[in-house]
């Protein structure tokens, strides 16, 4: 068993950054790749980024390349989404995920098998 606990969401404006955090117990995270999705009202969840077990390889949606830079620390158990240039299209609950299918690209969502409760990210005008 697995427990993800998303953090740092909140309201910004437009242009300004937010870093979510994702702390993870229960299972050794050092030998998870993990990803994050965001879901806006009345829409499916969405791609964002994943990055693999060891930080050694990142991967991003295009709407979010070169915006957001997701990194992890295994020693602390926590895996980060640092989001720059916030506009309002990327208001969302935003989940961090454990990956455990093989998959290439990791961008399903049936490849990750453990989600955190997600964290609201609101960008205002």
């Known amino acids: 068993q697995v427990q993800l606990v998303e953090s740092g969401g909140g309201l910004v404006q437009a242009g300004g950054s937010l870093r979510l955090s994702c702390a993870a117990s229960?299972?050794?995270?050092?030998?998870?790749?993990m990803g994050w999705f965001r879901q806006a009202p009345g829409k499916e969840r969405q791609f964002v980024g994943y990055?693999?077990?060891?930080?050694?390889?990142?991967y991003y949606a295009d709407a979010v390349k070169g915006r957001f830079t997701i990194s992890r620390d295994n020693a602390k158990n926590t895996v980060w989404l640092q989001m720059n240039r916030l506009n309002p299209e990327d208001t969302a609950v935003y989940y961090c995920?454990?990956?455990?299918?093989?998959?290439?690209?990791?961008?399903?969502?049936?490849?990750?098998?453990?989600w955190g409760q997600g964290t609201q990210v609101t960008v205002s005008i």
């Open positions: 995920a454990v990956k455990s299918g093989r998959s290439w690209p990791p961008t399903r969502t049936s490849e990750y098998d453990y």
């Open positions: 229960g299972r050794t995270f050092s030998s998870s790749a």
């Open positions: 990055i693999a077990r060891l930080g050694d390889n990142t």
